[in-house]
Each structure stands twice: as structure tokens, then as C-alpha cells.
């Protein structure tokens, strides 16, 4: 059964990059689709975006800019970097595994806080 | 982006009862691709239905979803202690795929 553990700094300064790593045990992570999604504290879920096995991505447009995922097939492992955070980069981070292309996201980590503060 | 709308914001129920909860879309989701999760504080929140009605692997039967085009629901049938959780609708057949803003279940 696979498994997904988020690790990373729990504490980013502003205006620094957030980065934060996935590592998948119990399965491979290729051909598969790997996901990053974020809840801010009292809020709701947000998705930062996917990353297949092959290195191609989609972001979400609120964040495009400042998003980049990468895969580790070596490591079994894809990371999540976000630059220039503020306050509002606050949040628990999870990692996820989709089922396929046109699949939710089934597996995920238990997620990881973040906070953005000096 | 399509925006999911979910009601109530909070629900308080008793173990046994019966709990619905909605979801609605600002337009209609593609293929019916919509998903609800169980989530607890400090958990992996969990996969319970996908394509709007279909349960994920190992989903107790009491869990059901229905619903197309634009208004979606998830029916717990006999509430158990476990059920008491956070509970998020996803939409996932356009992109940015995007989520309620969660339904609290809380113990009456």
C-alpha cells in the first residue's frame, strides 16, 4: 500500500522559497500523477497543482508563477518549491497520489505546516 | 475556475441518524467528475466517493454520493463515532481542479 510523508523547514521568512519534499514508499512513482495541495489555517483546501511521473506539470493559475515541481525517480521522491511566500503562504502542505489523468486525488501524506513568518 | 459551494457549513447530528450533505458548482462539472474526502485534524484526508457516486476501495456501504451537472450530495446513512469529521467536495474535470469549503460534522 503506498504511503506519502511530506518533509521540508516548518518555518520560511518572507519573501524567501518554501520547498518542500514527497517521498513515496510502498509504490513507484512512475507513471503515476502527483499532486500538492495546501490548507491555510481555518480555511479551506486549495490545489497548488500536479506533476506527472514524465516531469510535465499543470499549476494552478493563482500560483503559476511562483510554483515549481519536480520528480526524483532515483529517490522515489518529487518536491514542491514555491518562491517569494508572505504571510499568506501559511498553511498545511500535503502531497497526493491521483488514481490517472482523470482521477481525484487518492492517497495522500498527512501533511506538513508551514509557516511564513520573520 | 469553477466554485464549489457546500452546505450547511456545520451539521449536528447523533451516532445512528442519517446526515446529507450538499455541494453545489457555479457551472456544470465536467463528466461528473466530483469527489468527496473525510478529513480530521492532523489525518491524510480520505478518498470516500469519486465520479459523484462511485465508492473509493474499502468505503462502508453506509456512504453514498448522487447528484450531476451542477448539485451534488453525499448521504452518510447510520452515523458511527468515526463519521464525525470535516467533509470537502473536489471537482476535478476542469482545471484548476477546486473544493468547498467543507462541511463540519460535529456530535450532537
Known amino acids: 500500500q503506498v504511503q506519502l510523508q511530506e518533509s521540508g523547514p516548518g518555518l520560511v521568512k518572507p519573501s524567501e522559497t518554501l520547498s518542500l519534499t514527497c517521498t513515496v514508499s510502498?509504490?513507484?512513482?512512475?507513471?503515476?500523477?502527483w499532486s500538492w495541495i495546501r490548507q491555510p489555517p481555518g480555511k479551506g483546501l486549495e490545489w497548488i497543482g500536479y506533476?506527472?511521473?514524465?516531469?510535465?506539470?499543470t499549476y494552478n493559475p493563482s500560483l503559476k508563477s511562483r510554483v515549481t515541481m519536480s520528480v526524483d525517480m532515483s529517490n522515489n521522491q518529487f518536491s514542491l518549491k514555491l518562491t517569494s511566500v508572505t504571510a499568506a503562504d501559511t498553511a498545511v502542505y500535503f502531497c497526493?497520489?491521483?488514481?490517472?489523468?482523470?482521477?481525484?486525488?487518492?492517497?495522500w501524506g498527512q501533511g506538513t505546516l508551514v509557516t511564513v513568518s520573520s | 475556475e469553477i466554485v464549489l459551494t457546500q452546505s450547511p457549513g456545520t451539521l449536528s447530528l447523533s451516532p445512528g441518524e442519517r446526515a446529507t450533505l450538499s455541494c453545489r458548482a457555479s457551472?456544470?462539472?465536467?463528466?461528473?467528475?466530483l469527489a468527496w474526502y473525510h478529513h480530521k485534524r492532523g489525518q491524510a484526508p480520505r478518498l470516500l466517493i469519486y465520479?459523484?457516486?462511485i465508492r473509493a476501495t474499502d468505503i462502508p456501504d453506509r456512504f453514498s454520493g448522487s447528484g450531476s451537472g451542477t448539485d451534488f450530495t453525499l448521504t452518510i446513512s447510520r452515523l458511527e463515532p468515526e463519521d464525525f469529521a470535516v467533509y470537502y467536495c473536489?471537482?476535478?474535470?476542469?482545471?484548476?481542479?477546486?473544493f468547498g469549503q467543507g462541511t463540519k460534522l460535529e456530535i450532537k
Open positions: 497526493s497520489r491521483r488514481g490517472g489523468s482523470s482521477s481525484p486525488e487518492v492517497t
Open positions: 510502498g509504490g513507484s512513482i512512475n507513471n503515476f500523477y
Open positions: 506533476i506527472y511521473s514524465s516531469g510535465s506539470t
Open positions: 457551472q456544470s462539472v465536467s463528466s461528473n467528475n
Open positions: 465520479a459523484a457516486s
Open positions: 473536489q471537482q476535478y474535470g476542469s482545471s484548476p481542479r477546486t
